[in-house]
């Protein structure tokens, strides 16, 4: 038996992850799923985003399964500290996952689905590898300050030390040697002092022990550009807390929509994995039966690979997703009509 811990989340989380259950229960009679408030939810209900029986509970399971969290709800009125998003950063943080798997794969049914060309995405599959516990989101200082002169201070601190850039970039050269063998790093070493850093502990690991994948460093901004320029030129890329959150969404859109992609947070070998689609909590379509439940379906795949030790019943997954598009099934942000619950019954009809 292994366990799941899910965490709904807030806005269209509840939706998506109702349908994980479903399929879960199809796949498996081995796992069982404890259900806990994360986010706004928590909040809520405990007046915190994440309370320490949850992270308890995360570091005991085999896996944890999320949901987006925030919204509106939030954004105004809570003090930061006790914000959704910030109850996240805390799991990531407390789980120690500081290996972001971002997996951005046009799927050959749905070229079509993105507002980018079909010959631009077609045949795109890539893994951005995201640091995911350290730089910008967690260095210190941080805050906003009044000046004497009556205006106001912001200040973020982006920081990494050569550990935590060296353990990443190991994640990625690892992951490129069962693929096609290529890791492009993404910094700012023209004007950053961490992206300096970042490119000679990245060229030190691959010279001493990776020497057999091919390494190409790249700026963050013409990664960008490249992405929708020619994706098809990536295998892994590897890159900071704050440009692997801003290029995964970009990447987002070469499969489709937001709601195709799924990741996983790694940490130490044997330590459970957090699971989460990459998008937010879209308050905007949330309540409506509108959502995409792939990504989070998907991110259950993932779970089944690199937590639960059921790459079979991953496999048998992936293939129910892949043969639902190609029989046509499409939510509303792939250009149908079919509501979450729907999506999810294409796929339980292919298991
Ligand atoms: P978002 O990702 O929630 O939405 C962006 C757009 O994509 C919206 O138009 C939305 O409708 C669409 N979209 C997203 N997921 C979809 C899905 N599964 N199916 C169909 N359409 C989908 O981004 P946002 O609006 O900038 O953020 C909303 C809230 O979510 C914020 O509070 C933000 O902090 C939070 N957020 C949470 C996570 C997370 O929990 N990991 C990630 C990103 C944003
Ligand atoms: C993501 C989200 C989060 C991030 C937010 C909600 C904290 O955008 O998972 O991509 O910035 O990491
Ligand atoms: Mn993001």
């Keep these: 038996m292994s366990s799941l811990l899910l965490l709904p989340g807030d806005g269209i989380g509840p939706e998506v992850t109702a349908e994980v259950r479903r399929v879960a229960e199809r796949l498996t009679n081995d796992l069982v799923i404890e ?24 570091k005991a399971s085999d896996a944890v399964l999320k949901g987006p969290i925030g919204g509106p709800k939030w954004d105004g009125a809570t003090q930061r500290h006790l914000r959704p998003e910030a109850g996240l950063l805390a799991l990531r943080a407390g789980m120690e996952v500081f290996a972001n798997l971002r997996p951005a794969i046009c799927f050959e049914s749905l070229a ?3 507002t980018l060309k079909r010959e631009v995405i077609e045949g795109v599959d890539m893994m951005i590898v995201r640091e995911l516990t350290g730089g910008v989101y967690f260095g210190q200082p941080r805050g906003i300050e009044a000046m004497p002169d009556g205006g106001r201070r912001g200040v973020d601190t982006q920081v990494y030390t050569t550990h935590e850039i060296e ?23 023209n004007v950053m002092e961490t992206g300096l850093l970042w490119r000679e502990v990245v060229t ?24 929708v320029r020619a994706p ?26 937001l709601g195709m992609l799924p990741s996983a947070s790694l940490g130490a070998p044997g330590k459970p994995g957090l699971f989460e689609p990459i998008h937010g909590s879209a308050p905007d379509i949330a309540g409506r039966g509108w959502a995409n439940p792939l990504s989070t379906i998907l991110s259950f795949e993932m779970a ?4 639960l030790g059921r790459p079979d019943l991953a496999d048998r997954l992936s293939g129910a997703v892949k043969a639902a598009l190609d029989g046509g099934a499409r939510t509303r942000d792939l250009g149908g009509s079919m509501s979450t619950t729907e999506m999810a019954d294409a796929v339980l009809a292919g298991l």
């Design 112 to 114: 079509d689905a993105s």
């Design 232 to 257: 098809r030129q990536f295998d892994v890329i590897v890159t900071d807390n704050l440009f692997g959150d801003i290029l995964s969404d970009e990447a987002a859109q070469l499969t489709g929509s």
């Design 204 to 227: 030190e690991l691959h010279a001493r022990d990776y020497a057999d994948v091919t390494l190409e460093h790249m700026l963050a901004d013409n990664t960008a550009m490249q992405l």
């Design 167 to 189: 353990r990443v970039a190991r994640v990625a050269f690892e992951l490129a040697r069962g693929r096609r063998n290529k890791v492009t790093s993404a910094e700012k070493s």
């Design 304 to 307: 089944l690979r690199w937590s």
């Design 35 to 58: 259900e806990r408030p994360f986010g706004g939810a928590s909040y809520d209900a405990y007046g915190t985003p994440l309370t320490d029986e949850t992270l308890a509970a995360a």
